[in-house]
């Protein structure tokens, strides 16, 4: 290889890196400046390529053109390729929004049941805990009791004292209903 084919190479290599920095530089042009600054870029751009050789511009402009247009493309593709992703990671995270929030109202929903089951399970606590305080001899009484009956409707129907039906009731009832009751 001689120097003037090495001459040549480094001209083709140069007006293609001129072209690229054409491009990148009509890519980059501000929205809001005239069309005469960017005529004036190209015109400049344009002699500075015609006064480096203009032999080596003709006989390099297929090869230029197809860098151009490949790195055009390349810079496209790039974008569309990273606008698509983005769009993909969007629609992820709104599918992974909606399903936790499902999965929030299924939470809360069994909360709700759990709380219920829970009430439930004290109220029966509640009721266990007042039937161990009483006999079970005095299981009827207290069940009597607990409809409201009188304790001498319950000594007559249990065939028990007055003073038992009184003791009875007295365990039978809640001690917050018996405070308001000594009142």
């Known amino acids: 290889m001689g120097a003037r084919e090495a001459l040549w190479i480094v001209v083709a290599v140069l007006a293609v ?11 980059v042009k501000d929205p809001d400046a005239s069309g005469d600054a960017g005529a004036d870029a190209d015109a400049e751009t344009t002699e500075a390529v015609s006064s480096a050789d203009a032999e080596a511009e003709a006989a390099e ?25 983005l769009a ?5 995270l709104r599918r992974d929004a909606a ?12 909360q709700l049941v759990f709380r219920q089951s829970i009430n439930e399970q004290a109220a029966q606590l509640d009721a266990a805990r007042a ?23 319950i000594a007559e129907r249990c065939s028990i004292s007055v003073a038992e039906a ?13 405070s308001e009751d000594a009142r």
């Open 17 to 27: 890196y001129l072209v690229f920095q054409l491009i990148r530089a009509m890519g």
């Open 88 to 92: 993909l990671e969007v629609r992820q």
């Open 131 to 153: 039937a161990q305080r009483v006999s079970p001899l005095y299981g009827e009484a207290l069940a009597l009791v607990r409809r409201g009956m009188t304790a001498e409707d």
């Open 99 to 110: 399903q936790l929030r499902g999965e929030i109202d299924q939470l809360r929903a069994e």
């Open 61 to 85: 402009d297929d090869a230029a053109d197809d860098a151009v247009v490949a790195l055009s493309t390349a810079a496209t593709d790039n974008e569309a390729a990273e606008s698509f992703g």
């Open 166 to 178: 009184e003791l009875v009731k007295s365990l039978g009832q809640d001690p917050a209903e018996g």
